[in-house]
């Protein structure tokens, strides 16, 4: 089975309920869908999370979001081919993967684009008090022609697309901090996005990002709820 469910910022008490409460196997996968906080500690306390993780009986597929640095950067990563696209994975937890940005997975038949990061409107006080912020947060213009490169070549068709932020006309605004200046909010990456469904044939969409669970014609924002990966619903 394929479940999925939204940004975990490390703290994986519900994933090990769920675990246990439906008898998964490690031949299972979770998707986090970004800000799963694996990544982001530092190094003593993300291996004691880390540990945690490999010891459940699933495996994990995590999208990049913005609270966590990019796998890439980390010397302990490498790569490998996984369900047909490229994830990241350290040897010493092997079932703990990230999605290389841009990628197509095969996941339970379903043709599955995978396109990470967001803007942390949290940089500040990240500086500030010395907790992990990465200015590769977002999508860079290499990635971003990456991914549309790889639609090319599917004829802008696929089944499922895998964010950490939502296309920016989906962007649940009652969400928003009132305190937050939203014009000083980089929207960039949603406003790629935005071009990117214009364009896209596709029968669903799932993201995180905005710490709420909403429906939205075939795009659905996930937190914490977990759920079966699939087209319906």
Known sequence: MIYITGDTHGQFGRIETFCEQLGTSRGDILIILGDAGINFSGWNRDCVKKKFLESLPITFFCIHGNHEQRPQTIDSYKEKQWHGGIVYYEEEYPDLLFAKDGEVFDLNGKQTIVMGGAYSIDKIIRLMYGYGWWPD????????????????????????????????????????LSGVD?????????????????????????????HTEKKIDKLEIMFEN??????GG
Do not use: N
Not at 152 to 167: A, F, G, I, N, R
Not at 184 to 209: F, P
């Open 182 to 210: 939203q014009s000083k909010v980089d929207k960039s990456t949603e406003e790629w996005l935005d071009g990117i469904e214009d364009r896209l044939d596709y029968q669903k969409w799932y993201c995180g990002h905005y």
């Open 137 to 176: 947060e977002q999508p860079s213009d290499k990635i971003k022609k990456c991914v549309e490169s790889q639609l090319d070549k599917l004829d802008w068709k696929v089944d499922v697309v895998l964010s950490h932020t939502t296309p920016l006309k989906y962007a649940p605004v009652e969400m928003f």
């Open 226 to 231: 977990v759920r079966e990966f699939g087209i």
